[in-house]
């Protein structure tokens, strides 16, 4: 059974930062694609970041780009969201998400992923 446990999050002011981690077990056997997704308050679920296993290839939502950085220790199982120059507007809960597919041209849609996290929440304050 494949799971998905989210830490990391909290309270912070802006400009400042903060890493989520996403520890998994579970999932054994070929690469796929993992990514960060948001659900602020009153908006819909948004991607944040994606990496695929199997070759470290990375993307990200334009609103992240050059503040958030997404990487994984295959060792550790462990996928991060390394998330600096915090803003207001990145107050949401952050959910982690698996494969089972590389990340290819659908790495930004939530139907792409078969697992999830239960998500950790971010609040960025002025």
């Known amino acids: 059974q494949v799971q998905l446990v989210e830490s990391g999050g909290g309270s912070v002011q802006a400009g400042g930062s903060l890493r989520l981690s996403c520890a998994v077990s579970?999932?054994?056997?070929?690469?796929?694609?993992m990514g960060w997704f948001r659900h602020p308050p009153g908006k819909e679920r948004e991607v944040v970041a994606a990496i695929y296993t199997g070759s470290g290839s990375t993307y990200y939502a334009d609103s992240v780009k050059g503040r958030f950085t997404i990487s994984q220790d295959n060792a550790k199982n462990t996928l991060y969201l390394q998330m600096n120059s915090l803003k207001p507007e990145d107050t949401a809960m952050y959910y982690c998400a698996a494969g089972p597919w590389p990340c290819g041209n659908s790495w930004s849609m939530p139907g792409a992923y078969h697992y999830w996290g239960q998500g950790t929440q971010v609040t960025v304050s002025s």
């Open positions: 579970g999932y054994t056997g070929r690469s796929y694609c």
